[in-house]
């Protein structure tokens, strides 16, 4: 018995040292492709969840640059169903290079009637607003 213990406590420190080895993290990865495109980057309207997507469609955009050099933005949302529907908008406003110049809306209210358009405006905060992503996702 007295034999018996020491072996058996050597097998288990033995079994711990080698799982907490196989645990080493082997160094710098490079970042995974994303499943979905990047249509935030790219496009100037994103709907943001399956239900917005079946429900709602932008019929039209239109940019305005204001005296003072700021972007506005007007975007007509459409409801395509026949039903009542809640959503909410708001306005990433990027540079020429598609970064964000840190000027976003908050989310705002679109009560969209059954089959009816409703213009939603938003307005740059500075000049240095070149190019935009509309955002639309579901009223929680």
Do not use: W
């Not at 160094?27 to 995974?32: C, V």
């Not at 980057?41 to 469609?57: F, G, H, N, W």
């Not at 204001?66 to 975007?75: F, H, K, N, Y």
């Not at 964000?100 to 307005?123: A, Q, R, W, Y």
Request: charged fraction near 25%; aromatic fraction near 6%; proline fraction near 6%.
């Amino acid at each position: 018995m007295k034999r018996a213990f020491p072996l058996l406590l050597a097998a288990g420190s033995l079994v711990l040292l080698a799982a907490g080895c196989s645990t080493y993290d082997k160094g710098p990865y490079l970042p995974q492709t994303s499943k979905t495109p990047a249509y935030e980057s790219k496009e100037p309207v994103i709907l943001m969840d399956p239900a917005v997507r079946r429900s709602v469609t932008c019929s039209g955009l239109q940019e305005r640059t204001l005296p003072d050099g700021r972007l506005e933005i007007v975007a007509h949302l459409r409801n395509r169903e026949n039903r009542r529907i809640e959503v909410q908008a708001n306005c990433v406003f990027k540079d020429q290079n598609a970064f964000s110049t840190g000027d976003e809306t908050p989310f705002v209210m679109v009560i969209l009637t059954e089959n009816g358009t409703e213009d939603v405006k938003f307005t740059s905060m500075n000049n240095l607003a070149k190019k935009y992503t509309i955002r639309v996702r579901q009223a929680r």
